[in-house]
């Protein structure tokens, strides 16, 4: 799914809220730090620099409603899976055969019989992915804390 999101190099989970059968996923992008050289276990690096989240990051909240299921995995221990179809590789994708969906279908499918059918969508972030389960594609607004 193209997005605003996929106009940003890096991106961070700000929060993740549950409320009134929403799910809420406000991001952060991460600006990458000036190069620089650091000397670690002492050794010289050139170039080195840092992925943070600073005043100038532009946060983005993406709604998902009628939601099924969803996780939050640390990005370390997902692993590519060529059975996925999904849309494209952007930060926010939209899969139409998962493993994940498979076992939601098998274990929670009656949700079919009152919400019809869903989607996987996926949020890879620099540290998390979150997958989704939804009869409905999300929405993805820029947002400001109030």
């Known amino acids: 799914m193209k997005t605003p999101l996929d106009d940003a190099a890096y991106w961070f989970i700000h929060g993740i809220a549950y409320k009134d059968d929403?799910?809420?996923?406000?991001l952060a992008e991460g600006l990458e730090s000036e190069?620089?050289?650091?000397?670690i276990l002492g050794t010289v690096v050139d170039g080195a620099g840092s992925i943070d989240v600073g005043d100038d990051s532009r946060l983005f909240l993406v709604r998902f409603r009628r939601i099924v299921a969803w996780q939050v995995i640390d990005e370390s221990y997902t692993q590519w899976d060529d059975t996925e179809i999904r849309?494209?590789?952007?930060?926010?994708?939209?899969?139409?055969r998962s493993k994940y969906l498979d076992t939601i279908n098998t274990n929670h499918g009656w949700y079919e019989d009152t919400l019809g059918p869903a989607l996987h969508y996926r949020v890879w972030t620099l540290t998390d992915v979150v997958d989704v389960v939804s009869c409905e594609p999300p929405e993805v607004e820029e947002w400001s804390p109030a």
């Open 22 to 26: 929403e799910l809420l996923v406000y």
């Open 87 to 96: 849309d494209d590789k952007n930060f926010l994708q939209c899969l139409s």
């Open 35 to 39: 190069p620089r050289r650091v000397t």
